[in-house]
């Protein structure tokens, strides 16, 4: 029992919190939406021309390249209400689990 509580009492030690990573830019992703790192996480920026604004949201078409998890070609609807604002005027997608589930994607602010 004693040995337990010991474990309990250095769980914070012996596993850190997940922590997120920055984009290339130095902004940093939210907790929530990225895995990994700068170099093999599921957070990076994608090409501007891969993005449509359509009524309510965005289109997102993906090649392979255009994300380093795309492995073959996507197009992916996203609502404006999920949309987390860019840091640096890009567009930035997230995909976790795998490259078939967009879990964040940032975008500009909208200047009409």
């Known amino acids: 029992m004693r040995f337990a509580l010991l474990l309990l009492s250095l769980s914070p030690f012996l596993c850190p919190p997940a922590l997120a990573h920055d984009a290339a830019s130095g902004w940093q992703y939210e907790a929530f ?22 009524a309510g949201g965005y289109k997102i078409t993906l090649a392979p390249g255009d994300h380093r998890l795309a492995t073959r070609s996507h197009i992916f609807r996203l609502s404006q209400d999920t949309t987390r604002r860019s840091q640096d005027g890009e567009y930035h997608l997230c995909l976790y689990p795998d490259e078939n589930t967009p879990r964040c994607f940032y975008a500009p602010e909208l200047g009409f």
Not at 33 to 53: A, F, L, T, W, Y
């Open 33 to 54: 939406c990225c895995n990994g790192n700068s170099h093999n996480g599921d957070c990076q920026m994608i090409p501007s021309e891969k993005v449509r604004i359509i």
